[in-house]
Nanobody, 117 residues
Framework: QVQLVESGGGLVQAGGSLRLSCAASGRTSRTYAMGWFRQAPGQEREFVAATDWTGRNTYYSDSVKGRFTISKDNAETTLYLQMNSLKPEDTGVYYC??????????WGPGTQVTVSS
């Protein structure tokens, strides 16, 4: 079983930057994809960014492309999301998600990001 814990959220002014981290523990060797999702108040959780186990392939939602960068360490134990040029509409709870070759997945509890205008 894999446990995920996000960190790095906080309050930032529009135009600022934050770097989120997701620390994983457990059997992370079965991971084939990792990603970030976010959920704003009253809205559904939405995809933000993802990468595969090699880290060479990355995917972004159109709303964050060019501003956010997803990366990971070599051991699939830490996932990062560098967020630059933040906008008020980036506000929400950010969750990391790991997908495994077994067909299962894991979610972290989330970290709050608030961007003030």
């Amino acid at each position: 079983q894999v446990q995920l814990v996000e960190s790095g959220g906080g309050l930032v002014q529009a135009g600022g930057s934050l770097r989120l981290s997701c620390a994983a523990s457990g059997r992370t060797s079965r991971t084939y994809a990792m990603g970030w999702f976010r959920q704003a108040p009253g809205q559904e959780r939405e995809f933000v960014a993802a990468t595969d186990w090699t880290g060479r392939n990355t995917y972004y939602s159109d709303s964050v492309k060019g501003r956010f960068t997803i990366s990971k360490d070599n051991a699939e134990t830490t996932l990062y999301l560098q967020m630059n040029s933040l906008k008020p509409e980036d506000t929400g709870v950010y969750y990391c998600n790991f997908r495994f070759w077994t067909g299962t997945g894991a979610w972290g509890p989330g970290t709050q990001v608030t961007v003030s205008s």
